[in-house]
C-alpha cells in the first residue's frame, strides 16, 4: 500500500544542486512527487512503498550532494497524495527567509573540462557552471536561490541551455546560474582610456596572457569583485603597481597556472595542497625558504620567506591560466586602503592610473568579496584563517542559537565585519576592511542593509564596540536610537574571548581566556591588548593583564613601533633611542610621557617594540608589519633550549622587563633569530603559567597576534597534557571575529 511523506531539510541546502539530487534519488526508488526551495531549506513530498521512503530518506541524509551541508531535517506521514510522477517545482514563498545563504563555489572539474574542450559547446566559456559550482552569495539578490531572484536573471536562457536545466539526467539540470556562449555574459579587453580591443572570443585570454607576458598590468572583473594581475616573474612590472597602487611592502598574493606547476616550484604539505583545491580556493601562506625559481620573490614579498599562492577558482581564472606558463600578481582590484571594487564605471575611474588594460564583463556582482587567506602552522599544521571572504562567507552553521530576538552586531572598525541572528541561523558577512576608509564605510553600511533587506527582519537589538570614535559603534548607535531598538555596548575583548567560547560551545566549563592584540578600548578607558578572562557559569571577569605601559600619539603608535619602545624603554636604553628619534623628537615624545594619562596593555605594541629594538623595524607600511617581519626571522627552533626574559609572574606581567631583558641578549650579540624565539617562547610559556597557576584545565585563545603561527605551535608543544587549548577553527582570530563574539557574549554572559 502506498503512503506519502513530508520531507523537510534545511542547512546549506540551496544552490548545492539539491533540489536535482532529490530528483535523480526519488527515481531510483520509484517515487513520485515533488520537491522545492522555500524560506526554510527543501520541502519533498513523495509518494510510494513505505520501505523505499525511508531507504530514500536514509540515503538522503547519509550521502547528500558534496557542497552541501546539512544542518536540520524531518519526516512526516502525511494523508495520502496521487503524483503523476516527480517533479521539482518552482519555490513559493510563505513566510520570511529561514535558512543559510549560500556561498561561492570554486569552479568544479567537470566544468574545467567542459570549457578546455573544443567540442563542447561551453569551449572557452568563462562563465560556466553547474549546481556543484560557481558564485552564489556574489549574484544573490533575495532568496529563496532561484534564478530570478539573482543577477544572472539579466541573461535568459537559449534553447540549448533550457534543455540542459530541464533534463533529470544532466548536470546542470536545475542549475540556477546556468549560461552559455549564445545567452551569457559578455567579456571585453579594453585600455585604460576606455578603447576595445576588438579580439574574437577565443583569443581574448590568448591575448591577455600576451599582455602580460609583455610587462602590462590588468585589471581583471572575476565573479567576486576586480583583480590587478601583472607578471610574477617581472620585478619591474611589480614596483611598478606598488608604486601606483601605493603598496610599499605588503606581500602580493600569486596566482599558479596549475598545482602541478606550484608543486615543481615549492614544498607543499597534505593540509596546504588540500586548501588551495577545496571548494573554498583560498589564497594559502606557504614556505618559501630556500626557494630559487624564476618568481620575483623579493619583489613579492619584499623580506619574507613566506608566499600567499592560489589556484584558479573561477571559469576566467581558468581559462586565463590555460594560456600562461608563468604565475601571475593576483591582488585585491583596489586603491590601497579601499574596498574591493566590482562596477566597470568604479573601476575605469579608480584604477585607470593602475591598470593599462582591463578585463570587463557584464554581469552585476551584488555583494564583492575579497579572496580569503589562510595559513597552516609549519610543525602541527595548525590552520589559522586570516581573512574570511570569497567562499565562506555568510554562514556560520556550527552553532545552535535559541533566541526569540532579532539581534545584529555590527563588530570593531580595522577588520569589519556584520553578523547578524534574524531567524534560526547566524550569519556573518564576508571581511568589509577598515571602517576609516570612507568607501569601505558604505561597503559596510549596504551589507547591514543588504542583511535586513534580504530577510525582512528589523534588529531589534544592536550590539556594538564600547569604542565611542568607533564607525561602526556610532552607526550602529544611531541606527537603534532611529528605530528606538536596544542599544547595548560590549567590551572588544570580552567579544574576543566569547567568540572562541562560541565556537567550542565551551559554556559549560571553566575556562581561561587569553586576547593578545594590538588596541581595543577597555572598561577603564585604557588601551586593552593583552589580557586574562576567567569565563564560569556564564560569567567573564578580567584576572590579569601586561603591565600598563603609555599609549603615545594615538594610531600613529601602531604605525611606528618606535614608539612603542621609546613606552617601554628603560634609562639604559637612552643610546638606542637616540639612534631612532632626533634630539627635537626625544624632548618632544618625553614630554608627551610625562603628560601622558593615557595606557596600554597591548601585546601587539610589545611586538612592535621588540622588532624596533632588534633594528628589523621602526615603520609600519601595512598593519601588521613589524611581528610578520619578527616572525619572519625565524627559520626553526628548538623549544629545549628555550629562555624565557620574564622571570616570575607577579600581580602584573611586565612588559618593560621583557624589553629590558631582550635589550641585554641583543647587545650582548644573541643572534636575532634566537632572540625572537626566545621572545615568542615568553609569551607562550605567560601562558601556560597562569593556566597553571590559577588551575584551568582549558585555555582558549583569541586577537591578532595568534595569527602568528609559531607561537600557535609552542603553545601546543608546551601544553601539558591535561590542559586543552581552543583555537578558532571558522573564524579569524583578529577583528573579523568581533561581530560574532559580540553576538555570543549577549546571549550568554551575564555579568
Known sequence: MFKTYKITVSGQVQGVGFRPYVYSLASEFYLNGTVSNNEEGVVIYVTGFEKSIHDFYSKL????????????????????????????????KSGNLNLPLTPDFAICEDCKKDIENSENHRFNYAFTTCVNCGPRWAITQTFPFERINTSIDNFPMCDECKKEYISPIDRRFHSQTNT?????????????????????????????????????IIAIKNTSGYLLCCNADDETV?????????????????????????????????????????TERPITIISSKNYIGKLAKNSVAPSLNQLGVMLPYTGILQLLANQLNFPIIATSGNIHGSPIISKNKDALEKLNNIADYFLQHNLQIMHPQDDS???????????????????????????????????????????????FYPNNYLYVSQYLGNLKNYDVYNRFTFEVNSFIKIFEQQPEVFLIDKHPLYHSSQYGKEFAEKTNVKLVKIQHHKAHFSAILGEHNLFNEKVLGVVFDGTGFGDDEQIWGGEFFNYEANKMERINHFEYFDWLLGDKMSKEPRLSLLSLASEEMETILTEKFTSNEVKTYQYLKNENKLKTSSVGRLFDAVASLLNITDFNSYEGEAAILLENIILD???????????????????????KNIAVD???????????VNFLFTLANIIIEVAKINNYKHIAVSGGVFQNTTLVDMLLELAPREMKLYFHKELSPNDENISFGQLIYYLNIKN
Open 238 to 278: 611589480i614596483s611598478k603597481l606598488r608604486t601606483l597602487k601605493n603598496r610599499p611592502n605588503k606581500p602580493f598574493a600569486v596566482l599558479f597556472p596549475s598545482l602541478k606547476q606550484l608543486k615543481k616550484e615549492f614544498d607543499l604539505s597534505e593540509k596546504e595542497t588540500k586548501s588551495l583545491s577545496s
Open 666 to 676: 641583543f647587545k650582548n650579540g644573541v643572534l636575532k633569530e634566537t632572540i625572537v
Open 180 to 216: 552559455c556562449l549564445t545567452c551569457g555574459i559578455e567579456l571585453n579587453l579594453i585600455t585604460s582610456e576606455g578603447k576595445i580591443i576588438k579580439t574574437s572570443k577565443e583569443n581574448i585570454f590568448k591575448t591577455v596572457a600576451n599582455l602580460l607576458l609583455e610587462g602590462n
Open 373 to 419: 587567506v589562510v595559513k597552516f602552522s609549519s610543525r602541527f599544521q595548525k590552520e589559522v584563517l586570516f581573512r574570511r571572504s570569497r567562499g565562506y562567507a555568510p554562514n556560520y552553521l556550527n552553532i545552535n542559537i535559541n533566541s526569540d530576538e532579532k539581534i545584529i552586531a555590527m563588530g570593531a572598525d580595522l577588520k569589519s565585519s556584520i553578523a
Open 637 to 659: 627552533y628548538d623549544l629545549k633550549a628555550c629562555k624565557s626574559y620574564l622571570k616570575t609572574i607577579k600581580t602584573r606581567i611586565s612588559s618593560k622587563e621583557i624589553i
Open 61 to 92: 541524509l547519509q550521502f547528500p550532494p558534496p557542497i552541501s551541508r546539512i544542518k536540520n531535517y524531518s519526516i512526516t506521514s502525511i494523508e495520502y497524495q496521487k503524483f503523476e510522477d516527480f517533479k521539482i517545482i518552482q519555490s513559493k
